[in-house]
């Protein structure tokens, strides 16, 4: 079964700190996802990564980046956490043909105090 | 620009009343419409990928069907284990990333 694993299920983090979200995936795929979800927004792309080193911004990229050193692995990560970064983060990858399905992670809920 | 509308927001039905989702969307060269399901505090869950008009498919009480600014999710005498939301992306002529919808909340009750 293909599995995208997300490192931390719950996390509490403080204002101002910085944040790291990890993504693996054992698929061997080449393009790798991050949204986030907010209710009555949707999920909304923040960043994604065509292959290992690459990167581009998606509809929401302000105060986030991301690191892609492996080809199964993609962070994410807030440089100072606000209040309003608080939502579910999902991270999902596929392979590099643009109409074949994404394979979703189980989500990380965030709460910025 | 492209966009995507899934309707009604939410809805309830009782179990075996049938029901279907609604999703419309603009998008530039269409390259595939996708269909999840979600489960409260989980990531989305693949269902279908449409690719022309006229296609459909089908999975259990699940039927999708596409035309060419429209998708529909046909449920079949729904059963409570169906409640869930459901997603709808297609996906445009640049294929950087799904366009999601808001998703529809469906509730089945006994």
């Known amino acids: 079964d293909v599995k995208v694993t997300q490192s931390s299920r719950y996390l509490v983090k403080r204002t101002g700190e910085k944040v790291f979200l990890e993504c693996v995936q054992d698929m061997d795929h080449e393009n790798m996802f991050w949204y986030r979800q907010d209710p009555g927004l949707g999920l909304r792309l923040i960043y994604f990564?065509?292959?290992?080193?690459?990167?581009e911004k998606g509809d929401i990229p302000e105060g986030y980046s991301v690191s892609r050193e492996k080809k199964e692995r993609f962070s994410l990560i807030l440089e100072s956490a606000s209040t309003n970064q608080t939502s579910m983060y999902l991270c999902?990858?596929?392979?590099?043909?643009?109409?074949?399905?994404?394979?979703f992670g189980s989500g990380t809920q965030l709460s910025v105090l | 620009e492209d966009q995507v509308t899934q309707s009604p927001e939410a809805l309830r039905l009782q179990e075996g009343e049938s029901s279907s989702l609604n999703c419309s969307y603009t998008v530039s060269g269409l390259r595939g419409l996708f269909w999840y399901r979600q489960d409260p505090g989980k990531g989305p869950e693949f269902l279908f990928t449409l690719y022309s008009a006229g296609e459909e498919k089908e999975k259990e009480r699940l039927k999708a069907t596409l035309t060419k600014k429209e998708s529909f999710l046909h449920i079949t005498a729904p059963k409570p284990e169906d409640s869930a939301t459901y997603l709808c992306?297609?996906?445009?002529?640049?294929?950087?990333?799904?366009?999601f919808g808001k998703g529809t909340t469906l509730s089945v009750s006994s």
């Open positions: 990564s065509y292959d290992v080193k690459m990167k």
């Open positions: 992306a297609p996906n445009n002529q640049a294929g950087t990333a799904l366009i």
């Open positions: 999902a990858s596929r392979v590099p043909q643009s109409n074949e399905k994404l394979f």
